[in-house]
């Protein structure tokens, strides 16, 4: 089903609103406070994926500024130990795919999200997560995620909109996910994808208006994703990783 298309309009459209509270959007930051290290548990352990195709150094300092103790790991064996798994990613989708096989992490990732542990995946960290990627070529993904990644259609040019989709924009809560506590519907977040995630709508959690909405934010189980990067998003950002985080 299309992410444009009426029925998966109409889908989303039936989904519960999320409990967030609706202020103006005019503002680039959010109205957002990121409490500090001493109000969330004691240590929690978070695996930051380095795979050699994330923004691993950005995202660990964000990390570490929402109270996370972070540890990058560039092989499967720690991830057995992590409270929080979290997969950053930049490049093309084969590229990360392939990378992760070749380390083992594909695999671990995967025992570690069938053992419960809860998954973040952020930008082509999210994409990979799919059944299916298109980006030069078609490649499989690690499955964890029903669904494909496509790249936005060509006529949005013709339109006067650029691809990638690069900037600010902002992300419509449409679903429960605790990932959006405290913040207001339209916040605002930092974008740099070429190509965007179809998911099975009840799997959608947020959408992202560029020539059509598209789902910027995903979740089932244990397994969230963002296509955004909360790294480069200020409070919104960091508030979404304490949110992660702070996950019981």
């Not at 967030?20 to 004691?42: G, I, Q, T």
């Not at 671990?108 to 990627?133: D, H, K, M, N, S």
């Amino acid at each position: 089903m299309s992410t444009g298309s009426p029925a998966y309009k109409a889908a989303l459209a039936n989904r519960p609103k999320a409990d967030v509270r609706v202020r103006s959007a005019n503002s680039l930051k959010a109205d957002v406070r990121v409490r500090s290290a001493n109000s969330l548990k004691a240590d929690v352990r978070v695996r930051l994926i380095d795979y050699g195709a994330g923004n691993v150094r950005s995202v660990r300092k964000a990390l570490e500024t929402v109270g996370a103790k972070v540890c990058v790991i560039q092989g499967p064996g720690p991830i057995s130990e992590a409270e929080k798994l979290v997969l950053p990613g930049v490049g093309a989708f084969g590229d990360c795919v392939a990378s992760l096989r070749r380390t083992g992490l594909a695999d671990a990732i995967r025992r570690a999200v069938e053992e419960g542990t809860p998954l973040l995946g952020i930008c082509v960290g999210l994409q990979v997560l799919f059944e299916e990627g298109e980006e030069m070529g078609h490649h499989a993904g690690l499955g964890l995620l029903p669904g494909r990644v496509v790249r936005f259609p060509d006529h949005l040019v013709a339109q006067g909109m650029k691809i990638p989709h690069t900037g600010w924009n902002q992300i419509e809560p449409v679903g429960e996910s605790p990932l959006f506590g405290g913040l207001p519907s339209g916040a605002w977040a930092y974008f740099n994808h070429a190509y965007y995630c179809r998911p099975r709508p009840e799997h959608t959690v947020a959408v992202t208006d560029y020539g059509g909405p598209f789902a910027s934010a995903v979740q089932t189980r244990n397994v969230y994703g963002i296509q955004f990067h909360p790294e480069k998003s200020q409070k919104v950002g960091l508030r979404i990783l304490r949110n992660f985080v702070a996950l019981g």
